[in-house]
């Protein structure tokens, strides 16, 4: 075991380099190599999780994950343009528009231009598009891949924004953004006149039949894993997964365990690692459909790390564990990136968060910048 995680770092930091040179990009991405491409990018991040977070869940799941099978590692700096600590607005429109922005900023920059993200830029190029959430889908990290506003709480605001996009799929609590409006407004009704099937019942997702589904399942933000949500998110992230794969012309798909966060902000080791658990049930599920595919990029990481989380106690064989925290809020540390997949050796190394994004497109392939910038 121990010479198997030896050859692992050798080969992430062999590649060190390569990922120095993204950094030092010129406006252009000449510099990355030309290497085959992706079909299919799905973006799974866990908001809040840090490495602590990660092992915690790892610890009580007796001491492995099916994160584990992803075998090129690296970190990201999430730092914002105003605050070193960073909120899910400002990390979120890193990873999705390759541009660091403000704290709570929604896919604007730091004078509020709208910026294409990299589900923006894939729709464009005729591939299917899907969010998939714990939280309300208009929250803040969802959001970043779909909306452009200046403030993360314009919620109403974010929830017109996905009517003017052609995402296929989208998942999450929120209903009350879209059909109980200060406007007066129903959004449903354009979306259902739009073809899509809008569903308001957890139970009736894997159901559809549809090509495009809102899944507006929760009138606010979903429960937590157990106080009634159960499986909602690796079977969301099934139904969506099939679902975008009808297009013959491949997806891109981010997936958030939003609540993760949620129990560090509150200090609560249980709910941290129920929801890592149920994050990484997800993952599980993602990476059997990538190596079936065998054409699917998957990327795991997180947009920062919340509560500033260690670990003081624990016992593989019983599954437990004991945490401290320092902090109700975020941290400032480099949280973890997996890669699996065509293009994974390419999230070796330490680099920005926005090296995401450029990464992401790379292995997609969208090199001319007319189409893509």
Same mark, same amino acid.
């Given at each position: 075991? /121990?010479?198997?995680?030896?050859?692992?770092?050798?080969?992430?930091?062999?590649?060190?380099?390569?990922?120095?040179?993204?950094?030092?990009?010129?406006?252009?991405?000449?510099?990355?190599?030309?290497?085959?491409?992706?079909?299919?990018?799905?973006?799974?991040?866990?908001?809040?999780?840090?490495?602590?977070?990660?092992?915690?869940?790892?610890?009580?799941?007796?001491?492995?994950?099916?994160?584990?099978?992803?075998?090129?590692?690296?970190?990201?700096?999430?730092?914002?343009?105003?605050?070193?600590?960073?909120?899910?607005?400002?990390?979120?429109?890193?990873?999705?528009?390759?541009?660091?922005?403000?704290?709570?900023?929604?896919?604007?920059?730091?004078?509020?231009?709208?910026?294409?993200?990299?589900?923006?830029?894939?729709?464009?190029?005729?591939?299917?598009?899907?969010?998939?959430?714990?939280?309300?889908?208009?929250?803040?990290?969802?959001?970043?891949?779909?909306?452009?506003?200046?403030?993360?709480?314009?919620?109403?605001?974010?929830?017109?924004?996905?009517?003017?996009?052609?995402?296929?799929?989208?998942?999450?609590?929120?209903?009350?953004?879209?059909?109980?409006?200060?406007?007066?407004?129903?959004?449903?009704?354009?979306?259902?006149?739009?073809?899509?099937?809008?569903?308001?019942?957890?139970?009736?997702?894997?159901?559809?039949?549809?090509?495009?589904?809102?899944?507006?399942?929760?009138?606010?933000?979903?429960?937590?894993?157990?106080?009634?949500?159960?499986?909602?998110?690796?079977?969301?992230?099934?139904?969506?997964?099939?679902?975008?794969?009808?297009?013959?012309?491949?997806?891109?798909?981010?997936?958030?365990?939003?609540?993760?966060?949620?129990?560090?902000?509150?200090?609560?080791?249980?709910?941290?690692?129920?929801?890592?658990?149920?994050?990484? /049930?997800?993952?599980?599920?993602?990476?059997?459909?990538?190596?079936?595919?065998?054409?699917?990029?998957?990327?795991?990481?997180?947009?920062?790390?919340?509560?500033?989380?260690?670990?003081?106690?624990?016992?593989?064989?019983?599954?437990?564990?004991?945490? /401290?925290?320092?902090?109700?809020?975020?941290?400032?540390?480099?949280?973890?990136?997996?890669?699996?997949?065509?293009?994974?050796?390419?999230?070796?190394?330490?680099?920005?968060?926005?090296?995401?994004?450029?990464?992401?497109?790379?292995?997609?392939?969208?090199?001319?910048?007319?189409?893509?910038?």
């Amino acid at each position: 075991m /121990k010479t198997r995680g030896l050859i692992i770092i050798t080969l992430c930091f062999s590649l060190f380099g390569q990922a120095q040179d993204s950094v030092s990009r010129t406006g252009t991405e000449n510099n990355i190599r030309k290497k085959a491409t992706a079909k299919n990018i799905i973006l799974l991040i866990g908001d809040g999780m840090g490495v602590a977070q990660l092992y915690a869940g790892m610890v009580v799941n007796n001491g492995h994950l099916n994160i584990e099978q992803m075998k090129h590692i690296g970190l990201s700096k999430t730092y914002s343009t105003n605050d070193f600590v960073t909120d899910s607005g400002a990390a979120g429109t890193a990873l999705a528009t390759g541009q660091k922005t403000y704290k709570r900023a929604i896919g604007v920059s730091v004078d509020t231009i709208p910026i294409k993200s990299i589900l923006e830029i894939a729709e464009e190029n005729n591939k299917a598009t899907g969010l998939v959430a714990t939280s309300t889908i208009t929250h803040a990290t969802p959001a970043s891949f779909i909306a452009h506003q200046p403030s993360r709480y314009n919620y109403e605001e974010i929830a017109e924004d996905f009517l003017k996009t052609d995402i296929e799929v989208f998942i999450g609590g929120g209903l009350k953004h879209f059909n109980d409006r200060k406007d007066g407004q129903d959004l449903t009704k354009t979306l259902k006149a739009n073809g899509y099937d809008v569903i308001v019942n957890p139970d009736d997702i894997v159901n559809s039949t549809s090509d495009k589904i809102a899944g507006l399942i929760y009138e606010d933000s979903p429960p937590k894993h157990s106080q009634g949500r159960g499986d909602m998110l690796p079977q969301s992230a099934v139904k969506a997964m099939v679902t975008l794969n009808r297009n013959p012309n491949g997806f891109f798909l981010m997936i958030e365990g939003s609540q993760i966060d949620w129990g560090a902000h509150k200090k609560n080791t249980d709910y941290v690692v129920e929801e890592m658990l149920d994050f990484d /049930k997800t993952v599980g599920e993602v990476l059997k459909f990538a190596e079936a595919d065998g054409n699917t990029l998957v990327i795991v990481t997180a947009d920062h790390e919340t509560g500033g989380m260690t670990i003081n106690e624990g016992d593989i064989e019983k599954g437990e564990v004991k945490a /401290k925290f320092t902090s109700f809020d975020h941290t400032g540390v480099m949280v973890p990136v997996f890669a699996y997949g065509p293009g994974s050796e390419d999230f070796c190394g330490i680099y920005e968060n926005t090296e995401i994004f450029h990464k992401m497109k790379q292995a997609f392939g969208f090199n001319d910048l007319k189409k893509s910038e």
